[in-house]
Nanobody, 122 residues
Framework: QVQLVESGGGLVQTGGSLRLSCSPSGRRFDARAMGWFRQAPGKEREFVSG??????NTAYADAVKGRFTISRDESEIFLQMDSLKPEDTAVYYC?????????????????WGRGTQVTVSS
């Protein structure tokens, strides 16, 4: 069974940092782009960041550019989140894309994790 398991969420004050991790199991995603999306209450799931299969290309939503950094190694995908703001509060989801290029749209992703809650207090 293919699974993506997110971890690292929690409660942090404005200006703080968190590091999210995504651990795939059941299959390898070496040849696929990976991404992070988030969904706040009452809002649609939105793209946060993506990374190509070879880590050569990354993409960020304008709202997080300069504050978040995506990376990957042989087994995990990471999202370093700095200078957090209350508007970053959401459930964060890890996704495995259908192909190797970075996708900003959710329909470009085939597998999803269950999410990890990030709450930023003001």
């Amino acid at each position: 069974q293919v699974q993506l398991v997110e971890s690292g969420g929690g409660l942090v004050q404005t200006g703080g940092s968190l590091r999210l991790s995504c651990s795939p199991s059941g299959r390898r995603f070496d040849a696929r782009a990976m991404g992070w999306f988030r969904q706040a209450p009452g809002k649609e799931r939105e793209f946060v960041s993506g990374i190509s299969w070879d880590s050569r290309n990354t993409a960020y939503a304008d709202a997080v550019k300069g504050r978040f950094t995506i990376s990957r190694d042989e087994s995990e995908i990471f999202l370093q989140m700095d200078s957090l703001k209350p508007e970053d509060t959401a459930v964060y989801y890890c996704g495995a894309a259908k192909y190797g290029a970075v996708y900003r749209r959710a329909d470009g992703y085939e597998f999803w994790g269950r999410g990890t809650q990030v709450t930023v207090s003001s």
